[in-house]
């Protein structure tokens, strides 16, 4: 009831007159408050568990009473049941979140460590809680990793060999036609990947010059997306079936003139008309002519809609992406047919453009792009035109 009756006095405080001090100190307070409570419910926890209190009434753990009774999150009722265990085995760590020394995520690392080697743990408490108190949760994981080969190599090797037994890759296209990555990779993997991401990422923003309104996590979507196109543009790629793989698109002819038909990708489904002729702008094409839906009966030789040699010529003259403040490499573009081939326009360098690929989108999405005198003029929905940011 104290606990209680003190939260009612924080509860109606108007904050408004409180200065920036003031609620900044109170922050810290607060924090540390927390980590009490939290040292003591974990005690209260573990008392529980040792008394099988919770069995009176038909649980089997303290974890379900948690669960059933408390609306707590399973894995946050495992957490705070573990946490409860191992401070009885650790007096100082116990001590250090009692008076609010550390987090509630340090002392769960801690107990960690202890649980990895318990002798070693008592040997070295001090020095880990000296490094809870100071590092950050983050630093505090590397410290721990680094303390755990110390402490026992051979342990520290096994405890690698299973990490790296329990990578995973999960790619699959879910119902509402996005395409789902989950899973776990082992550190190098993992680390290859974060540096390929970043430094995709990185040249993007270099190159966008401060006008990217993307978020991070589209940022790095669309920097796998580039990383995984340029492996399927290199020459050294596998050989699959006869040919090298790349993106395949089933599409009706429909589709392509009238906005009608049938667009899908391989294995990621169904695709918009729009979007086909976006992705028909500058692609290799196989006629493929049918009886029915499913009888073919001839299939012409694959054709590049823009050759080699024209879009050298495209790239010579427009050196990147032309949508107004962009610039993106020409390695970063596609060529865009500002009149589509497929409603009659040429495949020639007075009729395209390059666009880098979030431009293209936008593009065939919202914008219109007409060339006059030999250079692009993009216009928004209502007819405006978006003047030119950077030289020709």
């Not at 573009?333 to 293209?360: F, I, K, M, Q, Y």
Request: charged content about 30%; proline content about 5%.
């Amino acid at each position: 009831s104290t606990l209680r009756s003190t939260l009612d006095e924080l509860r109606v405080e108007d904050l408004a007159h409180r200065s920036d001090g003031e609620l900044l100190d109170d922050l810290g307070e607060l924090e540390r408050a927390s980590r009490t409570l939290e040292a003591e419910r974990a005690r209260r926890t573990a008392e529980v568990e040792r008394r099988g209190a919770c069995a009176e009434d038909g649980y089997l753990s303290v974890i379900a009473w948690l669960v059933h009774r408390l609306g707590v999150a399973a894995s946050a009722a495992r957490s705070q049941v573990r946490l409860g265990r191992s401070l009885q085995r650790m007096p100082g760590t116990r001590h250090a979140l009692l008076e609010g020394e550390i987090a509630v995520a340090a002392a769960l690392l801690l107990a960690d460590a202890q649980v990895a080697d318990p002798e070693e743990f008592a040997r070295s408490e001090q020095m880990l809680l000296d490094l809870a108190r100071t590092l950050s949760v983050r630093d505090l994981i590397r410290a721990i990793e680094h303390w755990k080969m110390l402490a026992d190599p051979r342990a520290a090797e096994a405890a690698s060999e299973r990490r790296f037994a329990r990578r995973a890759l999960y790619v699959f296209p879910t119902l509402d036609g996005m395409v789902r990555v989950d899973g776990d990779l082992d550190p190098e993997t993992g680390q290859t990947l974060i540096t390929a991401l970043g430094s995709m990422v990185d040249r993007s923003a270099r190159e966008g010059g401060g006008t990217d309104l993307r978020t991070p996590a589209q940022r790095r979507a669309d920097a796998l997306g580039e990383i995984c196109r340029r492996y399927l543009d290199s020459s050294d790629r596998p050989v699959v079936a006869g040919e090298r793989p790349h993106v395949l698109v089933s599409v009706d002819l429909q589709a392509l003139q009238a906005g009608g038909g049938r667009a899908e990708l391989q294995d990621a489904g169904p695709l918009t008309p729009e979007a086909a002729r976006r992705l028909a702008c500058d692609a290799d094409l196989s006629r493929v002519i049918t009886c029915g839906r499913s009888e073919p009966l001839e299939v012409g030789r694959r054709t590049p809609v823009v050759p080699p040699a024209l879009r050298r010529a495209v790239a010579a003259r427009d050196g990147g992406c032309r949508f107004p403040g962009c610039g993106r490499p020409q390695a970063w573009c596609d060529a865009h047919h500002v009149v589509h081939w497929a409603d009659g326009g040429e495949t020639s360098l007075s009729n395209l453009v390059l666009l880098c690929r979030p431009h293209h989108r936008m593009v065939h999405e919202r914008f219109g792009v007409v060339m006059i005198d030999g250079r692009p003029v993009f216009r928004r929905a209502d007819g405006s035109v978006l003047e030119e940011r950077a030289p020709p």
